[in-house]
């Protein structure tokens, strides 16, 4: 039996692939397959509004939305983190009114570490920051690879789901049904090795994801007192999302057959949704775990389904 030959790793210093920040690693990271990676790292789809963008006299490197429409910053650097960029980030934060901060970094201190930290612990469950180190890998004459590294990020969901509990009052009794349903559903994902990374603690009946920009999102909904569940796309009123609705309803007999079932295509308002229904019991906690692989088992085959279309429609 032969021993296969393998490859060693070397660790490549960034400022071989970007000599500058400004025109050299920001337009890389704006790039959809390079913030399409950023956004795996962190469990968020990212698209990128500006690059650049104004704040007042300064300019900020990079501004996103999520697939819930807020605002994501990203700020990077080259070199390992200082107290210029993280006073920076903070102002450019605000000026936009961002929900996430993403400070991408080579390397990060213990004390801004610290600081990434310290904010998540003493701001409002609706901001969230992430400090992430990027690395860039080759073996032999590979071309590099870059990797993304969390090294500082928002407190996790059992937390969360802990301190929401705990408000007591704050919470009217549905929301604190929704945020135990949720629990529940984090956690069937987690068996099955999916990440789904909350905006924050999800208080309502539904919880979205991204799923190819373009203002579309995947979504989960239950609705308890119907005894009905539902996986949707949803494509939000825009610019051109009009185009982004009737070109996936022109292919509407091709994504049927690949789901194998029939769709509801709703037309109302501000918003277009291509709807999957299921009748099932969804109030009693008893229930929630047969929900939630219902729901996941839906997730994971209408999103191979409908990204790749609504990635190639020309806006």
């Given at each position: 039996?032969?021993?296969p030959k393998l490859g060693r790793l070397q660790r490549v210093p960034l400022r071989k692939a970007w000599k500058r920040e400004d025109t050299g690693f920001t337009p890389w990271l704006a790039e959809a397959e390079n913030i399409a990676l950023l956004g795996e790292t962190i469990g968020?789809?990212?698209?990128v509004e500006q690059v650049e963008a104004n704040v007042g006299p300064f300019r900020a490197d990079i501004v996103c939305r999520d697939p819930h429409g807020d605002v994501v910053l990203i700020e990077n650097q080259l070199e390992k983190t200082d107290h210029s960029h993280l006073g920076q980030t903070l102002t450019y934060a605000a000026g936009l009114k961002a929900k996430t901060v993403l400070w991408v970094a080579a390397r990060f201190t213990e004390e801004h570490r610290a600081a990434v930290d310290w904010l998540n612990e003493n701001t409002g469950e609706d901001l969230h920051f992430f400090g992430l180190e990027i690395e860039l890998w080759r073996i032999g004459e590979s071309d590099f690879a870059p990797k993304f590294n969390?090294?500082?990020?928002?407190?996790d969901w059992s937390k969360a789901v802990k301190e929401s509990a705990q408000a007591g009052g704050s919470l009217s009794p549905a929301q604190q049904k929704?945020?135990?349903?949720?629990?529940?559903?984090?956690?069937?994902?987690?068996?099955?090795?999916?990440?789904?990374?909350?905006?924050?603690?999800?208080?309502?009946?539904?919880?979205?994801?991204?799923?190819?920009?373009?203002?579309?999102?995947?979504?989960?909904?239950?609705?308890?007192s119907r005894g009905q569940v539902r996986v949707f796309v949803n494509v939000l009123n825009g610019a051109g999302r009009d185009t982004v609705y009737e070109a996936?309803?022109?292919?509407?007999?091709?994504?049927?057959?690949?789901?194998?079932?029939?769709?509801?295509?709703?037309?109302?308002?501000?918003?277009?949704?291509?709807?999957?229904?299921?009748?099932?019991?969804?109030?009693?906690?008893?229930?929630?775990?047969?929900v939630s692989r219902w729901l996941l088992e839906?997730?994971?085959?209408?999103?191979?389904?409908f990204r790749p279309r609504i990635q190639a429609i020309d806006l």
């Open positions: 039996m032969t021993t968020i789809e990212l698209e969390a090294v500082a990020k928002p407190n929704y945020v135990q349903f949720w629990g529940v559903f984090l956690a069937e994902a987690e068996k099955r090795g999916l990440r789904y990374t909350p905006p924050a603690v999800v208080k309502t009946n539904w919880w979205n994801w991204g799923v190819g920009g373009k203002g579309c999102s995947l979504a989960a909904r239950v609705s308890p996936l309803k022109a292919d509407r007999d091709a994504i049927e057959s690949e789901l194998g079932t029939g769709l509801l295509w709703l037309e109302s308002g501000k918003e277009r949704n291509i709807a999957w229904d299921h009748e099932m019991p969804c109030d009693e906690p008893a229930t929630w775990p047969s839906r997730l994971a085959q209408m999103e191979p389904v």
